[in-house]
Nanobody, 122 residues
Framework: QVQLVESGGGLVQAGGSRRLSCAAS????????MGWFRQAPGKEREFVAAIKWSGGSTYYADSVKGRFTVSRDNAKNTVYLQMNSLKPEDTATYYC???????????????WGQGTQVTVSS
């Protein structure tokens, strides 16, 4: 497993942008696929984006496709989520997670960060 710490959350106006970061500890970071999930109050945690260990493949939820971009820097043990054209419905706690395999199924991720809150005001 890897230890994960998210940062970059905050309050942003609708239409604005925000970049989240997730710093990982552990020498095996580069061997993991990484994902971003989010959870709004009263709702299930849902998949947002994933990136393969090499960064060569990415996958997005339909709700964020074209607005969010996931990337990673294995030299810095960090994964990013660039969020543009934010909407009030993007308001949630955002979590990064690590997965030995590339995918979008929540239960296959075995390491999770503590989350960072993003609030989008209308």
């Amino acid at each position: 497993q890897v230890q994960l710490v998210e940062s970059g959350g905050g309050l942003v106006q609708a239409g604005g942008s925000r970049r989240l970061s997730c710093a990982a500890s552990g020498r095996t970071f580069s061997s993991y696929a990484m994902g971003w999930f989010r959870q709004a109050p009263g709702k299930e945690r849902e998949f947002v984006a994933a990136i393969k260990w090499s960064g060569g493949s990415t996958y997005y939820a339909d709700s964020v496709k074209g607005r969010f971009t996931v990337s990673r820097d294995n030299a810095k043990n960090t994964v990013y989520l660039q969020m543009n054209s934010l909407k009030p419905e993007d308001t949630a706690t955002y979590y990064c997670a690590a997965n030995p395999r590339f995918g979008y199924i929540k239960s296959t991720y075995d390491s999770w960060g503590q989350g960072t809150q993003v609030t989008v005001s209308s």
